[in-house]
């Protein structure tokens, strides 16, 4: 990604989700404080402990928010994809970041300034709103992520994710399919798995014939039956 051609700040900053809203003028004028940011796979973007200058937007690309024990074993705490954003919450608090935050492919970020959203925010409380609506719907999906990790089985965490995938993705009909986007280590470290345990769960699943497994694609051919098995396990308690 070291070739390329600049982008259209003001364009990308009308089409994320907390700008979408704006008028040109107040997208022209938080753009002075925005600038791209080039990852190539692998990068890292910040470090656990450096000061949170702003927020980021993800343009394309995938970015994992994770943050490393006392026993070297790496917790990935978010995977952030296209159009959504990170590092919104140390902004607002004003303390360096608690995450490391690491590309995980080519990716395409835009940082925007504390100053230009502060500015922003004093001329128009609604882009506060939709702040403050946007972090407390990552409080509540932290809150549902304790939940699973503390009450439910990886098995149920699994399926939870799978079926999750594929209402994000808006698939109807019977069956539905799911492309890993990234790899294994990183979904099962996402839902507090090793990737020996992720692995065996997704083939006791295709031995039940719930999913199909070609390669990066898991194919679920009856979206009703998973569903219905999840329920099951969580009435036994498995």
Do not use: W
């Amino acid at each position: 990604m070291r070739d390329h051609q600049p982008i259209n700040i003001e364009t990308h900053l009308k089409n994320a989700v907390l700008f979408n809203e704006l008028g040109e003028e107040e997208i022209a004028l938080i753009a002075k404080g925005t600038r791209e940011v080039r990852c190539d796979k692998g990068d890292t973007i910040f470090h656990r402990g450096d000061v949170c200058t702003g927020f980021h937007i993800v343009v394309f690309g995938q970015v994992k928010l994770a943050f490393t024990s006392a026993q070297g074993v790496e917790k990935i705490v978010e995977v952030v994809e296209q159009g959504q954003s990170f590092g919104e919450a140390m902004m607002f608090l004003d303390k360096p970041y608690v995450v490391s935050a690491q590309a995980l492919s080519n990716s395409l970020l835009l940082h925007v300034s504390k100053a230009a959203v502060f500015g922003e925010m004093e001329r128009d409380h609604g882009t506060l709103r939709k702040m403050l609506s946007s972090l407390a719907q990552r409080t509540h999906q932290l809150m549902l992520d304790v939940e699973g990790y503390s009450l439910l089985t990886g098995k149920q965490r699994i399926i939870g994710y799978l079926l999750n995938q594929v209402a994000q993705e808006g698939q109807g009909g019977t069956d539905a399919c799911v492309d890993l986007s990234v790899a294994k280590s990183v979904i099962a470290s996402r839902l507090n798995l090793t990737q020996e345990h992720f692995s065996r769960i997704l083939h006791e699943l295709s031995a039940l014939e719930l999913i199909r497994v070609e390669g990066r694609r898991l194919r679920i051919p009856d979206l009703e039956r998973l569903a219905r098995h999840q329920c099951e396990l969580a009435a036994s308690g498995r």
